[in-house]
């Protein structure tokens, strides 16, 4: 706490590249250009929950590589109290269409004493789905890599854009939705767990919101491990107010402070 040979087969790929891109998108209803959400994060260190640092998030309109696209980044900044036992720094930016296909993801981070740098540059040739990798290790050095899948395959923002756009009102308690991950090294057995709706008191005020609740798994090693827990209102915004975090170092939390340009009334608030 993300790219075509005679006049023909030029015609024939650009075809299936938007059909590839059709599969891999879904239709925006939750956000519109200028949102803008900001959390505070909190960290469990002997039983005791510190504000160790914020978050922020900003999703907008714009252009990459001349064609429209939907703009989003995330920052995260501990503060002094983490930063004596962990130091977290991370940037997380992302393209994508506007059908929210992905185009473009990048992250720079720094963990503890490492940096890093993921990219994944999308295209979507012959009904694949190909994504270029790009990593940068913390020390120094670079890998490349392409790689194609005859799935959807997301990253760390991108996925989460198109979860804020699922159809829920059908979904039972226990149902799995399967969300494959990739980042610049590897792809990721990935997937949300539905866990039913709760009632959910903002942190510090007097807000209180209907909440749909997911859990995100990862299985690596013959092993599934529950990484995030997260609550998103009940209503056409899918806004999260909370997330529960379990790390490698332990837990942590981030609860929504504000929230400005949202697209639809916020009708999952409880008076």
């Not at 994060?41 to 002997?46: G, I, P, V």
């Amino acid at each position: 706490m993300k790219r075509i040979f005679v006049i023909i087969c030029m015609s024939c790929g650009l075809f299936m590249t938007a059909a590839a891109q059709s599969q891999c998108g879904i239709e925006n209803t939750a956000f519109k250009s200028g949102e803008s959400l900001s959390y505070d994060l909190y960290f469990n260190w002997k039983f005791i929950w510190m504000k160790v640092g914020s978050a922020e998030m900003d999703t907008k309109l714009t252009k990459f590589e001349g064609r429209d696209a939907w703009k989003s980044y995330l920052i995260t900044r501990g503060n002094n109290k983490l930063d004596k036992y962990f130091m977290m720094r991370d940037t997380l930016l992302s393209y994508c269409d506007k059908d929210l296909s992905p185009l473009y993801f990048r992250k720079g981070a720094r963990e503890g004493s490492r940096y890093y740098v993921d990219e994944i540059w999308y295209s979507y040739p012959r009904g694949y789905s190909r994504l270029k990798k790009h990593r940068i290790d913390a020390d120094g050095e670079q890998h490349w890599k392409t790689s194609e899948y005859n799935a959807c395959i997301y990253d760390m923002m991108s996925i989460f854009l198109r979860a804020r756009n699922f159809d829920t009102s059908k979904l039972k308690k226990g149902d799995i939705i399967s969300m494959p991950i990739s980042d610049a090294r590897h792809l990721t057995n990935s997937w949300l767990e539905f866990r039913g709706k709760e009632n959910f008191k903002m942190n510090g005020s007097k807000e209180k919101f209907r909440c749909l609740v997911f859990s995100f798994y990862e299985r690596e090693d013959n092993k599934s491990r529950e990484l995030i827990r997260f609550y998103i209102t009940d209503d056409q915004n899918h806004i999260p107010v909370r997330l529960d975090m379990f790390l490698n170092f332990g837990s942590a939390k981030a609860y929504l402070r504000e929230y400005k340009g949202v697209r639809s009334a916020m009708t999952s608030r409880i008076n």
